[in-house]
């Protein structure tokens, strides 16, 4: 249980960076006087004393080594001190917001997306190719999530499905994920499955779907919202009727999605997008292959 005490709060640490960011989004409220500038200015600085104490012990819980701890060290130093520079003008901070803060650039989530993949040897982005408090935070949860090492905590119940792989349920008693372990079929084409139940969060991979498919789900009010990550495309047109799917084309690399649905529909809703997520057999045949 030691091991999920420290999942659960990676998660927890992930999600207070994450309301944060949102909470000190540069408004136009803050720009109406020297005391809301000086005030907005404090905020910027509390924040990312908060982010150096959650990063801190967010790679201290999934033993990131002592060299990318010196690369997060350098990054905020380096964030310090441009947002020391902005002084007192609203607009400057705005724009270290931006840059600083929230930025995330496309070719750092393309990098994170080809090499955070399950099931593979040599995976993972150093923190030293980040640029922002949003591009370390993407690097180490998609680091997380997608190492199915980090699943395996604490056995609650185990099935084979029939192919002769587990589908197996980790973490702590959750009603919701046990009832997805339930309800996973054993007829479903795939290689092992791993459920892993945090509290307020869910996690799955399911191995040869896409690869290696990772789910989380997460429950906002009285809505769950089903995001997915499939890091191989073995079949473009497949994967783009996907309900929910980001589209994708000929050059993307991985595809990504989010559904969002009732209590009542959840289960019904995950099972219909495991089915249907392209395998290896669902590569199409060229014709030299077909002859």
């Not at 999600?15 to 720009?31: G, H």
């Not at 996690?203 to 919202?225: C, P, Q, T, W």
């Not at 799917?245 to 993307?252: D, F, H």
């Amino acid at each position: 249980m030691k091991e999920i005490k420290k999942l659960k709060l990676f998660f927890k640490y992930d999600l207070e960076v994450k309301k944060i960011l949102n909470d000190i989004i540069p408004l136009e409220q803050y720009a109406h006087s020297n005391d809301t500038i000086i005030k907005y200015n404090d905020l910027l600085f509390k924040a990312l004393k908060s982010f150096r104490f959650y990063f801190g012990k967010m790679i201290q819980l999934v033993n990131y080594d002592n060299k990318e701890r010196f690369n997060l060290n350098n990054l905020l130093g380096d964030i310090e001190q441009k947002l020391v520079q902005c002084e007192m003008n609203f607009y400057a901070m705005s724009s270290f917001y931006n840059e600083n803060f929230a930025g995330m650039r496309k070719e750092l989530v393309d990098e994170v997306r080809q090499n955070c993949v399950g099931y593979t040897i040599n995976r993972g982005v150093s923190l030293d190719k980040a640029e922002s408090i949003n591009e370390v935070l993407h690097i180490i949860h998609q680091t997380v999530i997608n190492n199915e090492n980090m699943y395996k905590q604490n056995l609650l119940e185990q099935k084979i499905n029939d192919e002769g792989f587990p589908i197996s349920l980790y973490g702590e008693y959750n009603l919701m994920a046990k009832s997805i372990f339930d309800n996973y079929p054993k007829d479903m084409l795939c290689g092992e499955t791993d459920i892993l139940s945090l509290e307020n969060l869910i996690l799955l991979m399911i191995r040869d779907r896409g690869h290696a498919l990772s789910i989380e789900i997460e429950k906002v009010n009285n809505k769950y919202f089903i995001n997915y990550f499939i890091p191989k495309i073995c079949n473009i047109d497949m994967v783009n009727n996907l309900k929910g799917i980001r589209k994708v084309t000929v050059e993307s690399k991985y595809a990504t999605g989010v559904l969002a649905c009732s209590e009542e529909e959840l289960i019904g809703s995950l099972i219909d997008l495991i089915s249907h997520v392209p395998m290896d057999n669902d590569i199409p045949k060229t014709i030299n292959n077909a002859v």
